[in-house]
């Protein structure tokens, strides 16, 4: 078991620095887990005594909701885990651990109880014609991958899991989508086999719509017979849609190049662009802020237009910004979608991040690309994750040190096969 102190409340609280602050708060987390993993004990040793010869109840939760002051239910949660982590002797058998590895896990503070229940109703579902060797195997990957990882990533390893352990078994439920939704669109097909098109979209998105549309949607230059183009607006824009359609179709391996995600332009100066400090200015939109600017320009999601103090663009290495075609795809099979730990997007849902921003000098290769959906991109553009290459080539993320301390590297293990 790890040490652990209930640390000093400082005096003065509003004083705290926020690390300070975060240390506070996963220390006593981790006090806590620890009191439960001891509670535990406990109330394992009561239900295995039983709980009518020592206090005349019929069960140790019975026992507990009375003394916790707490519904049967939540008292029933606490001693269903407290048996699964604890030795609970077999009838005519020795006492036998459910749950060793979880247990371990549990006494170190390193567990939630939900981590605890997602990782137990795994257990629960392994057919128990499994050899004992393959079920633990399968206890200690959940019991260590919950030591740094969150529910969802329990959940699908344990799906993965149970798909290799039990083949014919149920097919595990979908997760629910991760990201907030930041835009919206609905396709209705009408009785007379039109459809009808509404939604909501993002600043961004919605400003390379428009410049999409526009640039697909111009009119159409009077032709040799004299005719002009008489289509309304929508009319062009609805041709315009058709068109685009075809192109993201033509083109399916290139999304970093193809058509309509350069079309966008996001005026920089180069010192906010290298900084992230100031404004910037979007075709459509007007201004964003420079740290927006250095997020759009990283995959050239639109054509940055770099100018020098005095205001004159710059071509700041214009060519070797771009991802080929060839590089994408070599990043699409080294990743296998976003290499953010434990996030399930697809390649095709990704940009290509530049480690080192290609402002700040950071070449256009494998090396310094990394595959990140819309939402992980964001993040670490703007969050306090640390993104680098570790030495055997594969990207690994370096957490803020107030989820952890030792800011110990993770990686997606998500898009590889479990074996
Ligand atoms: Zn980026
Ligand atoms: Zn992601």
């Not at 990743?335 to 996030?343: N, S, W, Y």
Request: hydrophobic share 40%.
């Amino acid at each position: 078991m790890s040490e652990t102190l209930v640390p000093e409340l400082p005096q003065e609280l509003w004083r705290a620095g926020k690390l300070e602050l975060a240390h506070g708060v996963t220390s006593l987390l981790q006090v806590m887990r620890v009191a439960s993993a001891g509670l535990g004990k406990y109330l394992a040793e009561v239900e295995t005594r039983g709980a009518e010869d020592l206090f005349g109840y019929g069960s140790a939760s019975r026992w507990f909701a009375d003394v916790a002051r707490i519904s049967h239910g939540d008292a029933q949660d606490v001693v269903n885990r407290a048996l699964a982590l604890n030795p609970v002797a077999e009838v005519g058998g020795e006492a036998t651990v459910f749950a060793p590895a979880t247990a371990a896990a549990a006494e170190d503070g390193a567990l939630a109880d939900q981590h605890i229940d997602l990782i137990l109703e795994v257990l629960r579902r392994i057919p128990s014609d499994v050899p004992a060797e393959e079920r633990d195997g399968a206890e200690k990957i959940l019991a260590d991958l919950a030591r740094h990882a969150g529910p969802k990533e329990i959940a699908e390893a344990g799906a993965d899991l149970l798909a290799h352990l039990d083949p014919d078994g149920a097919e595990p439920k979908d997760e629910p989508e991760p990201d907030p939704p930041r835009r919206e669109v609905f396709v209705e097909r009408r009785k007379d086999g039109f459809w009808k098109l509404s939604g909501l979209l993002d600043p961004e998105t919605g400003a390379r719509t428009a410049a999409a549309l526009d640039a697909h949607g111009a009119r159409r230059p009077v032709d040799e017979f004299g005719q002009a183009d008489h289509r309304t607006m929508p009319q062009r824009y609805g041709d315009a849609w058709a068109e685009l359609l075809d192109l993201a179709i033509a083109c399916p391996d290139q999304p970093g190049t193809s058509g309509y995600r350069t079309l966008v332009h996001v005026t920089v100066g180069l010192e906010a662009l290298r900084t992230g400090l100031g404004t910037a200015c979007l075709d459509f939109v007007g201004k964003i802020t420079a740290r927006e600017a250095r997020l759009a320009a990283c995959d050239c999601l639109m054509i940055p237009v770099v100018l020098n103090a005095a205001g004159e663009p710059l071509d700041v290495g214009r060519m070797r910004r771009f991802v080929t075609p060839g590089q994408r795809r070599a990043l699409n099979i080294r990743d296998g979608g976003c290499a953010f730990p434990g996030c399930h997007r697809a390649p095709k849902h990704c940009h290509a991040h530049h480690i080192r921003h290609w402002a700040d000098g950071g070449p256009t290769d494998l090396r310094n690309l990394v595959l990140l959906c819309s939402f992980h991109h964001r993040l670490v553009h703007h969050g306090d994750w640390l993104v680098r290459m570790a030495p055997d080539g594969i990207p690994e993320f370096v957490p803020p040190q107030y989820l952890d301390p030792l800011r110990h590297p993770r990686r997606n293990l998500l898009h590889r096969v479990v074996t």
